[in-house]
């Protein structure tokens, strides 16, 4: 089939992203830092690679390239093999996150790991001193270039495949750049046009529009296929999806690439299946693979899905890898995910190393792929869970966490409890919070202030450069008052609202419903008040404000028997917002918050603003 030719504009700087949009972790939190992506305004002379011969020998005194390989993908249908320079060659590797201007740092322990691949997401002139990095210690780059829509959920931005000619140009232009400028480099092992761009398209289109962009799209790799095998045919050239289902676009539309590639986590087990049913006629490469991701598994009480353990992921490792070894003469194997440091949500979830710390699953991933034997392994913890009703803990309140901690090797255990809010506000970190360790296999832990679901870490260090990480839940909820809330189902008026939002509304009645689920929410502006009418005059002994996250930092809760004349009966200065509970001894028929000064750039927002009588 002729395609319109795409013009080759060298714009580079509208045609690549500038920000790294990783695929598994775009699903889990916005995306974590997992790859070197494509940096804008680059000539070809800007890339510069050394040589590999004047590096040192690995930890096993294998031989290091210093020139170019010849890599092949050779046999027939069940038969195949890759080869490079002749000899067989199993893609035992990991997906790499650092830096690539620190892969100095890192790849002598990746080799130390047996680790022999590892695979980026972009390729341009920062991609260097990774692929010299990987040269001299005996690894081999799988080199990525970005599409859009990559990331499953169609991170990056969407893209006509059909029309959109000069897109298409442009990204052909900077493969055939980088391509043209590291062919020759000895770190290169093949080149990977895409990531999991057909799974993220039904983010952007739907229906027969779908299809016909995933027909484009594929069309399209072949393309680039085609070009980067006439530039350099002495490297494969993949394309990576995120389910099998992407396979037959690339079975009926692209016929020039040398072996298909697939991102797979709880399904690496069916991929054989798939592929046997499929009728394929190429042989596979796992591109991504490991544990389950947050988005296969159930949700716990609090709605939080639940987290493999440290023992599960460990185990998780070794299930998909030998299910993908298996498939034998067909898969030719495979980059687990992931080597990386970020010591965040996702970080925790499938980093093997995260904060630079070993877990079971680093040691597990080197046994399988013959790396040296550990001195030293991680402190294991079972059986971690939150005693009483882990979906009602009281905000900053204590309760106590379980859980059982052995060291295998006797080390003494240093602890320490983090929590994150990535189920409130999807952030990402992990914060410190206050506890005591019981000495008993208890912790004595104290809750976020602010209501809603929390995910909790229990981490253990055994000053061996070791981490043994755990996960649970709780439900922070609203402290309990004495008395009788007389402001719920109350007259409630406020000096502003916000207006209507996707269909959510802010009225003033929402902080006295009794439904955590609705709030009021004011102008972005001080001050900003919201009253209740009481119907008469009433006395009350208790306060209580349940915040969103646009809190006041200073407010006076104030008494009218009139609604004009007010009386403070309490004030807070530097408040942090979550739920605020107060004594408040005072009478009137209008009780009112009086916001001062704002806490965030926002406005004022309430769930719940509670006045109780005994």
């Known amino acids: 089939m002729v395609h319109e030719p795409y013009p080759r504009t060298r714009a580079l700087s509208r045609a690549r992203p500038t920000l790294l949009l990783g ?16 940096h804008a305004d680059a000539a070809p002379g800007d890339a510069t690679t050394t040589n590999a011969a004047d590096a040192a020998n ?58 022999n691949t590892v695979r980026t997401w972009g390729t341009d ?96 790799v072949n393309d680039a296929a085609e070009e980067i095998k006439a530039l350099d045919p002495n490297h494969p050239v993949t394309s990576t999806d995120a389910w099998t289902g992407a396979w037959p676009y690339y079975q009926e539309h692209t016929p020039a690439l040398d072996l298909l590639a697939v991102n797979s986590y709880a399904d690496v087990c069916n991929i054989e299946e798939a592929w046997t049913q499929g009728g394929y006629d190429r042989p596979y490469i796992l591109t991504e693979g490991g544990p389950p991701g947050e988005w296969e598994v159930d949700d716990d009480a609090n709605g939080v899905p639940l987290e493999p353990t440290d023992v599960e992921k460990r185990d998780g490792y070794r299930a998909a890898w030998e299910c993908l070894m298996g498939h034998e003469g067909v898969a030719l194997g495979g980059t687990l995910f992931h080597y990386g440091v970020e010591e965040d949500f996702g970080g925790v979830w499938f980093n093997l190393l995260p904060g630079g710390e070993k ?70 970190a992990l914060v410190p919070t206050e506890f005591t360790n019981n000495g008993d296999g208890t912790f004595t832990v104290t809750a976020p202030d602010r209501i809603g679901p929390w995910k909790l870490y229990l981490a253990a260090r055994d000053g061996q450069g ?25 007259p409630t008026t406020a000096s502003s609202e916000q207006p209507e939002y996707n269909g959510e509304t802010f009225e003033p009645g929402h902080a006295t419903d009794g439904d955590l689920a609705t709030r009021w929410a004011s102008d972005w502006s001080d001050p900003q008040w919201v009253q209740v009418d009481l119907g008469s005059v009433t006395s009350f ?71 109780y009588a005994s």
């Open 125 to 220: 002139q920062t991609t260097a001193p990774l692929l010299d990095a990987a040269a001299a210690n005996g690894v081999r780059v799988i080199a990525g270039f970005w599409l859009q829509p990559g990331g499953g959920p169609g991170s990056g931005g969407c893209v006509d495949y059909v029309n959109d000619h000069d897109y298409k140009g442009e990204q052909l232009a900077a493969m055939n750049q980088w391509v043209g400028a590291y062919q020759d480099h000895p770190g290169v092992l093949m080149w990977n046009v895409g990531n999991e761009s057909l799974l993220g398209l039904q983010n952007c289109y739907s229906g027969a529009e779908l299809e016909a962009q995933r027909d484009a799209y594929a069309r399209f």
């Open 23 to 38: 695929s598994v972790l775009a699903l889990l939190a916005g995306g974590l830092t997992l790859a070197q992506l494509p």
């Open 359 to 428: 877990r079971l699953s680093y040691y597990e991933v080197a046994e399988l792929y013959g790396g040296a034997p550990p001195a030293n392994t991680p402190p294991v913890i079972t059986g971690m869970s939150v005693a009483g009703d882990a979906t009602a803990v009281p905000a900053g309140e204590e309760f106590t966490l379980r859980a059982d901690v052995a060291d295998p090797d006797g080390d003494q255990i240093a602890y320490e409890v983090l929590v994150s809010s990535y189920y409130l506000d999807d952030n990402k």
């Open 58 to 115: 690995t930890a096993g005194g294998a031989a290091l390239p210093n020139a170019a390989s010849v890599v092949e993908v050779t046999g027939g249908q069940g038969d195949w093999q890759l080869t490079v320079d002749g000899a067989p060659y199993t893609v035992k590797g990991l997906t790499f996150g650092p830096s690539a201007a620190d892969a100095a740092q890192y790849l002598p322990d990746l080799a130390s790991m047996g680790v």
């Open 541 to 611: 002994d208790h306060v209580q404000i349940v915040w969103e996250v646009s809190y006041a930092s200073a407010y006076q809760v104030q008494v009218s028997d009139n609604g004009t004349d007010w009386r403070t009966v309490h004030e807070v200065t530097g408040g942090t917002g979550g739920v605020d509970t107060a004594a408040v001894s005072g009478s009137g028929r209008y009780v009112r918050v009086n916001g001062t000064q704002r806490g965030t750039g926002w406005g004022y927002s309430i769930y719940e603003f509670g006045v």
């Open 466 to 490: 070791n981490l043994g990480i755990e996960t649970a839940s709780i439900g922070v909820v609203a402290p309990p008052v004495a008395g009788s809330n007389i402001a719920q189902g109350r």
